[in-house]
């Protein structure tokens, strides 16, 4: 009888923890044995306020720690320039001591109750068997960040449910939208015969494959005018001849976004999809733009026909419904902001191309720049314009002669974007402005001013500027300029050095009391300014790094990622602050298109925390914790 009465006690405890446990991520879509296998080997341990739970002293964690109630500070053990208290608040649902764990390492930061506090406890023991019973936790633990954004973007889809089944579909995958096999023919089929497989089996493309089955080229219907009947070509000739050889491929859990982003990038219309290394099918641009009212390549078709500013302005209002449409879909930040800084390209080089036939350039080699969000591949739903002119002098000619006919082109193509919906530059950082219409050697003088100059506007114009890409005109000034500044920024430690204090001065903000330290709107409200104090945190670190291990990428996820494997940034630790970076960014896009739908309300970067659920106030405090870890990391490299 007494077994019996303490086997239900065990039971109605584990039950009441299970309760708990699945109001929460992780744990609420565990796999069911793996929860009850937690929930029966969790302990209570009490911590009152004040005392350490877990610092770096301890040594390698014995638990694995969910909070139940109360409080948790976390004081990072190489803070830097902190006041005193500034830590980053734990609550009920939340874990720690995970990385430890996985590494069988101390923790880095000292965990402190802040009120008296309540945690489950695993042993070290068992929370290795979960990860080996649970893939769901596995994954959970490995990458926490990634978890948490997937759950995030679970919730937004669950929100947006109503949405039109055509933009519901462009989340599937590649796989799902297949709607035959491939069709193929070896690389020494003539011509003729390639041509009837594909008129019999009614596809605009035929893949060329090797014995193996791995693809080799593709021939598409597009192909026969200018590959086949214009030059002459016979038509017992191999296809291999005519083919588009080592055709860009996609995997089969691929979904329609990559293949929609790798269209807008490449211009292409067929994407073969290998499955394992195997040939599964071919994506057309027609399968997949079907799913959405307002395509990609429709947007092209209509800015590449474009004779006047009207068209632009309806492709530049099809791009903004298309944005918001993916946002609202819950598509990932970093192929989305491509996907716009794209569009936003293509309709800014053909108002260039529209515009520089009635100008006088003859002579001038010249490259029109994006700089800022524009350079970096980052824009959002709301951008203004930042650009400039590069350009190398005809000989005998000054540059003042060259500039005097290059800006009332440039200021042309500033007001039709303008006209367009992409505003003037506050700061007139724009090509029509004499300042940004600039030599060659003018531009390297520019920039050693900035490099030389510790003044803090010549410090804030190398973050603008530093940021730069051709969009449209002549590689060879652009590319001269980009290896000459790198060459100079390495050989100049004092600047980089400023640069790195710069990144370092707007701090995270994240609460002493509470999660967020928030400023109170006009309508008394606290805020957050997801582009001042989020995402700026991981650029401006990002360009350092860049900068310091000369690489040349100017997108901050590159930047992060080269620049940070240069100096010895492990690869899950980059991977957690591109996650947290790409995070911010999809919060500005969802205020931006939310904003752009409701009558009356300016499209801004502002958020209220309050009004996020769970799991995306949980994964802004996580994504703001990374930005101080990486602002951490600078300052000790530059010892500051």
Sequence with gaps: MGAD???????????????????????DEMEEEALRFLAQRLVVGYYAKGSSILTPGHGEPQYFFIIRSGLVNIAPADAFHLPAGANLALRAGECFSVGGLLERRPVSSAYVAAADTFCYQLAAVDFQALLQRSPRFQQFSTRYLASLLRESRRLLKMQTASLATEQQAMGR?????????????APDTPIDTALRTMQQARIGSIVIVTPPGVPAGIFTRHDVLDRVALPGRGLGEPISAVMTPAPRTMAAEASAYDAALLIAQHGIRHVPVMDEGRLIGVITERDLFALQRVSIRSIHRVIAAATAAEDLRQAANDIRSLARSLTAEGAAAEPLTLIISTLNDALTRRIIELEQ???????????????????????????????????????????D??????????????????????????GDIMAGNPQWCLSLDEWLRRFDDWILNSDPQALLNAAIFFDFRLLHGREEPVGTLREQLLARTRATPRFLKQMAEQ?????????????????????????????QTGARLFVDAARVIALAAGVAHTSTAERL????????????????????????????????????????????????????????????????????????????????
């Design 561 to 640: 990622r080269h620049g940070g494997a240069k100096s010895g940034a492990s690869p899950n630790e980059i991977a957690s602050v591109v996650e947290a970076f790409f995070f911010i960014q999809m919060l500005r896009l969802r205020r931006q298109a939310s904003a752009d739908r409701r009558a009356g309300r300016a499209a801004d970067n502002l958020i209220d925390p309050d009004e996020l659920n769970e799991v995306d106030r949980r994964m802004l405090k996580e994504s703001l914790r990374q930005a101080r870890k990486l602002q951490t990391r600078l300052a000790l490299d530059y010892g500051l």
């Design 357 to 399: 036939g009635r100008h006088a350039l003859d002579g001038i080699a010249w490259g029109w720049l994006g700089f800022g969000s524009e350079g970096r591949y980052e824009q959002t739903i709301s951008t203004d314009q930042d650009n400039g002119i590069v350009f190398q002098l005809p000989p005998g000619q000054s540059a």
């Design 173 to 185: 995958t590649l796989r799902s939208l297949l709607q035959r096999p491939a069709v193929t023919c």
């Design 503 to 531: 990144a370092v001065a707007v701090r995270p903000p994240l609460g002493l009391v509470s999660d967020f330290a928030t400023e109170a709107s006009a309508d008394g409200r606290g805020r957050l300014d997801l582009k």
């Design 401 to 426: 002669a060259a500039r005097e006919r290059l800006l009332p082109f440039a200021r042309t193509v500033n007001r039709t974007l303008d006209a367009c919906g992409y505003p003037l530059c506050k």
């Design 5 to 27: 009465i303490r086997t239900s006690a065990v039971d109605l405890l584990a039950g009441a923890v299970l309760v708990f446990l699945r109001r929460y991520p992780p744990f």
